[in-house]
């Protein structure tokens, strides 16, 4: 039991430490700018769509999913660039230890800092939830849908950053870091497209089961429904992210 | 040395490979166990299984000593617990997650449907269907690739609750149009239930849908659909255009079978039937049959009645069409739309004698000079002659098709004439009943008007309207030999009447633009006055010192003396508030009765110019519309619609349909799939704003909607002369043409849908239309409750953007998302950092 405590006392403090070194620098402040152009941008065209009564033939219903589709894409771009740093300066520094009285253990570490991360992350959602009220000011949006829509939004770039996470962990170039959490990102975009070029069932259905799409736009976004399998998604990646990213720290303080 | 190291490198790297790829088949081997079952048909488990032994064997065997080492020096012991740890771990992962998957996939765990629109979530009463099958189901959803998401979140569900017994796959009906054309699948988003040799469909993958579908094909014997006959209704046997063949074989895949039924003669609808449905019947319902209907209504029944224009108490009126005198006065004979023709007293207004025979609207009458029999001229295209003295009908006379619009007795009673739609004049011998030697006389167009002269001589018609082109001519032929005597055109619009003057020296002609024309019969000269442009004449009669009595298309009636020039003479007389159908003159000269639109027929007295007699003759209406109006609160017009916006895919009077009601399940999947479906000559339904008690009433499908006469129901002039136009009489659109309606405590519903010919073969030969899935669905909804399920469709609540934003709030958003709020974002972030450059 005190064990716990003792872990959860120092992922708080790590938490808190990162997440205010985050908004100290200027990464945090560049890419959350950058994230409400791009869904301001996104958010307004879909409102002047909507005034317009849509492209469609039976009109455009008013709903987030004009924003947060494009942003779930975009999210590649603008998580790696909050994570490439966070781990490698952790290897060149290992600051923490000089935090804490008692020794830090490395997953405490990692989930610590996606913790803060993530945190960050979800200011720059919170801030969003303006557009809705938009869409109720003038309409009736279905409610349900745009709750799931951002949950599930949320969900995706907690694995997504976590994704980070792992990048960072693997090499200490920043570059090379914010570019293999954009691949990894890539991947799980694409797929099931590859899985449709593919002409055997189970792979396919491996590759689809891989996707974002599948999880997030075809049932949180556009259903309103959160099923099981895509919560076992979101967490399941993330865990495999954050394990791999502590046995690769583990690996690189037993190496050296 | 150097040579050894060498092969060590490449010998490490190839057992890490070896076991690299060992790990990754045996997860894949792990992973088709969870998803596809340990099928020993299935190869690439063996495969993945070999590959992932070979693996580990090869890496152990490879270097041996390394394990060893691995497993008792202490780097080694740390990558190995390092290594076995991160393999534990995945796999644990992956192995979860399929577990999630195929729980998920069976069904048995659920979505959580956070808006609760129940699209997703089975009812109790389909969960208690499923658990019951004892036989197994299978279920082939066609659909074109990637739009089967839907329907497959709700299939797993239902094989998920079937203990097995329910199965289901997508088929693409484009990559396999020969299972497509096995069930009968004609386009992509239908599902076809099968067990043993049985299949019912579905149109739409929702839950009510499906397990309506699933109902059908676990009871096993087709239910019963009884198509109602004896009132000129369509028919399963006929194969022509109008006929129901098709829909008979469209609604046998649906697992219904279409079984005649003559209510006259059994009485009471059935026990084993499903639903009664009325196709287009072209005559009244009796009321010992309406009767029959309510009883099967009130115990939970359902009945489809698709409507026609113009049928019963429709088109040419809803009362009234015609009347004449008998040559004493004494009579009175009036036609009407109830398909009877009535014979009155024409002093005291008693009805003598209602004659019927006529299987839809009786136009016009005459009675023959003697009084002793009548010839009538009915919508139905026959001329059936009666005897007065016991009212039974002597013969149909041979010779007219289509609908008759004239009849005439000739004065002196040897021939009778009769002119219609069919363009021509048939004269029959009234002794023999045989036409003529020379009928039928031919013209150029459609006939309204045909009048004999006063010695019975002659014989004269004017022509009406043709598609597109107008015949204003008048013609007169000798009655002994055919041969013409004039042929002069004297007008540019439709005839409505013609009569000759009392001297019989010439022929007056009324058109619809108000023009009065004259033919001098002698010379054949003739010349047209225009005496009321804005209404038109419809009726036309003489008084024997000359007076003409004009009929107007405002309802007025203009007495104008002999000799009148101009119209300002004239004594006007009002009451009819619609266009006068004919006007008749009484023998005597006090007295002319008018048969009107607004479904009166009045005896007028000339010298006050008061109505002294109110005939409301064959005013009842159709019963059965009537019972539907009052009833249901169902409304079916007296109208043909028009729809301008969709003209260009047939012509206006054949509306295409694309706005639906969002909630009906009937009309549900065409809204979502957004499916036209078109109609031949329809006429308006619309539900009442308040609907009598208990009942619900939901109106189905809209024309098009947009500026004032894009679409309406016409109702001036459904199927006469004017110009087909929008104006205030009319119903302005989008106008409903179908009305589905329930009650709440005896569970009856009935549909009605202006008009029979969606279903007919004709339209459901077309594959781009959805009118075959129009009617599945709404026999699939009308016998629900025969089923005893009643599973709502599902709400999802449309989204609406009720108040769109004006320009300048929209600029303002525009700005403040794009531009404001990621610069307050990056002005705190330069402050933050230029507050800490200075502090250090």
Same mark, same amino acid.
């Given at each position: 039991?005190?064990? @716990? ?21 200027? %990464? ?18 879909? %409102? ?26 975009? !999210? ?28 830090? $253990? ?26 809705? !009220? ?35 962990? @693997?090499?200490?170039?920043? !570059? %090379? ?28 259905? @491996? ?29 399941? !990646? ?13 690996? $690189?303080?037993?190496?050296? | ?52 032994? &070979? ?58 449907? #956070? ?29 074109? +690739? ?6 497959? /979140? ?45 299949? =019912? ?47 008979? +074989? ?53 009945? /489809? ?26 009579? /009175? ?123 019975? +001589?002659?014989?004269?018609? *004017? ?19 055919? +041969? ?51 209404? *038109?004449?419809?009726?036309? *009669? ?9 009929? &107007? ?19 006007? &007389? ?72 969709? =003209? ?7 509306? #295409? ?93 009935? #549909?009605?849908? *202006? ?8 339209? &459901? ?76």
């Amino acid at each position: 039991m005190s064990d @716990v405590n003792r872990s959860l006392h120092t992922l708080w403090t790590i938490f808190k430490h990162e997440f205010s070194l985050y908004w100290i620098s200027p %990464i945090a402040y560049l890419v959350g700018a950058a994230w409400l152009f791009l869904s301001g941008f996104f958010f307004s065209r879909s %409102i002047g769509a909507f005034n317009q009564g849509g492209f469609g033939f039976g009109g455009l219903e008013p709903s987030m999913s004009y924003t947060l589709s494009p942003m779930a894409f975009l !999210l590649m771009f603008l998580a790696p660039a909050l994570t490439m740093r966070l781990v490698s300066d952790e290897i060149r520094s290992g600051t923490h230890e000089l935090l804490l009285t008692a020794p830090v $253990r490395d997953w405490e570490v990692i989930v610590g800092k996606w913790l803060a991360v993530w945190g960050v992350f979800s200011v720059f959602i919170l801030i969003t939830l303006l557009y809705p !009220l938009v869409l109720v000011w003038r309409g009736s949006p279905n409610g349900a849908q745009i709750f799931t829509g951002y949950f599930g939004y949320w969900l995706w770039a907690g694995t997504i950053l976590a994704i980070g996470v792992l990048a960072s962990a @693997v090499t200490q170039y920043q !570059l %090379i870091a914010f570019m293999i959490g954009e691949g990894v990102a890539l991947f799980l975009f694409l797929a099931d497209t590859a899985g449709s070029l593919v002409n055997n069932t189970l792979i396919s259905t @491996v590759l689809t089961q891989l996707t974002v799409t599948q999880h997030y736009q075809n049932s949180m976004l556009d259903r309103g429904l959160v099923s099981a399998v895509d919560l076992a998604y979101f967490i399941g !990646l993330s865990a495999i992210a954050l394990f791999l990213a502590t046995q690769t720290l583990n690996m $690189r303080r037993w190496r050296a | 040395m150097i040579k050894d190291k060498d092969v060590r490198i490449n010998r490490d790297l190839l057992r890490w490979i070896l076991l690299g790829v060992g790990v990754v088949a045996l997860l894949v081997a792990l992973i088709a166990a969870i998803v596809i079952g340990v099928d020993p048909n299935k190869t690439v488990l063996y495969i993945a299984l070999a590959v992932g032994a &070979l693996g580990i064997v090869g890496f152990v065997l490879i270097d041996p000593e390394s394990i060893s080492k691995a497993l008792t020096g202490r780097t080694g012991q740390q990558a190995t617990i390092s290594l076995l740890m991160t393999i534990f771990t995945l796999t644990a992962i992956v192995v979860l997650f399929s577990l999630v998957y195929k729980l998920d996939q069976d069904g048995t765990i659920s979505p959580w449907d #956070v808006g609760k629109s129940g699209q997703y979530q089975l009812h109790q009463q389909t969960i208690d269907i499923l658990n019951s099958l004892e036989e197994p189901v299978h279920i082939t959803g066609f659909y074109s +690739s990637g739009t089967s998401d839907d329907a497959e /979140l709700l299939l797993k569900q239902y094989r998920g609750n079937s203990n097995g017994k329910l199965t289901f796959d997508i088929v693409d009906p484009d990559k396999d149009p020969g299972e497509a054309a096995r069930l009968g699948a004609t386009r992509s988003g239908m599902l076809v239930f099968e067990q043993g040799d049985r299949t =019912a469909q579905a149109t739409f993958a929702d839950e009510s849908a499906l397990t309506g579908a699933l109902v059908k094909v676990v009871l096993g014997e087709p239910q019963k659909a009884y198509l109602l006959t004896g009132h000129g209704e369509r028919s399963v046997d006929d194969f022509a255009n109008q006929g129901f063949s098709q829909a008979q +074989s469209q609604l046998d895949r649906a697992n219904y079978s279409l079984e005649p039924l003559n209510l006259i003669e059994s009485g009471s609808i059935p026990a084993d039937a499903a639903t009664v449905i009325i196709a287009g019947p072209t005559a009244q319902l009796s009321q010992p049959e309406i009767d029959a209907l309510t009883a099967y209504l009130d115990g939970g029944g359902s009945v /489809l009645v698709l409507s026609d224009p113009g049928a019963g108490g429709g088109s040419l009126g809803n009362g009234v069409l015609g009347a004449a005198y008998s040559s004493d006065g004494r009579l /009175l004979a009036t036609a009407g739309a109830d398909g009877t023709a009535k014979i009155w007293d024409a002093q005291t207004g008693q009805e003598r004698m209602s004659l019927r025979g006529h299987t839809s609207d009786v136009i016009d009458v005459a009675f023959s000079p003697n009084e002793q029999k009548l010839v009538t001229a009915g919508r139905d295209g026959t001329v059936r002659v009666w005897d007065l003295t016991n009212g039974q009908e002597i013969t149909e006379l041979q010779g007219q098709t289509g609908l008759v619009q004239r009849v005439e007795w000739s004065p002196d009673g040897s021939t009778i004439a009769s002119a219609g739609q069919d363009q021509v004049v048939n004269v029959w011998d009234a002794e023999t009943f045989e036409p003529m030697s020379y009928s039928p006389l031919t013209t150029a167009s459609p006939l309204l008007a045909v009048a004999y002269s006063p010695d019975g +001589s002659l014989i004269a018609a *004017g022509g009406g309207r043709t598609q597109g082109a107008v015949d204003g001519s008048v013609y007169v032929w000798n009655v002994a030999d055919g +041969s013409e005597v004039a042929n002069r055109t004297l007008h540019t619009n439709p005839v409505f009447a013609i009569a000759f003057t009392p001297d019989g020296s010439e022929l007056k002609s009324a058109a619809i633009d108000g023009t009065l024309g004259t033919l001098d019969v002698a010379t054949g000269d003739g010349n047209t006055e225009t005496l009321y442009p804005d209404v *038109g004449i419809t009726g036309l *009669g003489f008084l024997q010192d000359g007076t003409q009595v004009l009929a &107007l298309g405002d309802g007025s009636v203009h007495i104008r003396p002999a000799g009148s020039t101009s119209t300002t003479d004239d004594t006007v &007389l009002t009451g009819h508030t619609d266009l006068i159908w004919k006007l008749v003159v009484r023998p005597g000269d006090e007295e002319f009765t008018t048969v009107s639109r607004d479904g009166d027929a009045r005896v007028w007295n000339i010298a006050d110019g008061d109505t002294r007699l109110r005939l409301q003759a064959h005013n009842t209406g159709d019963p059965l519309l009537t019972y539907l109006d009052t009833a249901w609160g169902i409304k079916v017009g007296d109208d043909l619609v028009v729809d301008q916006a969709t =003209a260009q895919l047939f012509d206006a009077v054949t509306p #295409v349909i694309f706005t639906y009601s969002a909630t009906s399940p009937i009309t549900k999947p065409l809204n979502d799939a957004q499916e036209r479906t078109f109609f031949i000559l329809a006429r308006s339904v619309q539900a009442q704003a308040t609907p009598p008690d208990g009942i619900t009433d939901t109106a189905l499908m809209f024309t098009s909607s947009g500026a004032a006469g894009t679409s309406w129901a016409e109702t001036t002039d459904p199927f006469g002369t004017n110009q087909v136009s929008f104006d205030e009489q009319d119903i302005p659109g989008p106008v409903s043409i179908a009305v589905s309606g329930e009650n709440a405590a005896t569970q009856g519903r009935v #549909v009605v849908i *202006g008009d029979a010919d969606f279903a007919s073969n004709q339209a &459901l030969q077309s594959t781009t239309y959805a009118n075959g899935q129009l009617l599945i669905n709404t026999l699939n909804w009308l016998t629900q409750n025969e089923n005893g399920i009643d599973i709502p469709p599902a709400d999802l609540g449309t989204a609406t953007w009720d108040r769109p934003l004006s320009a300048a709030p929209m600029a303002i958003l525009q700005i403040g998302a794009t531009c404001l709020l990621p610069l307050i974002f990056l002005v705190i972030g330069a402050v933050v950092w230029f507050i800490r450059r200075r502090r250090r």
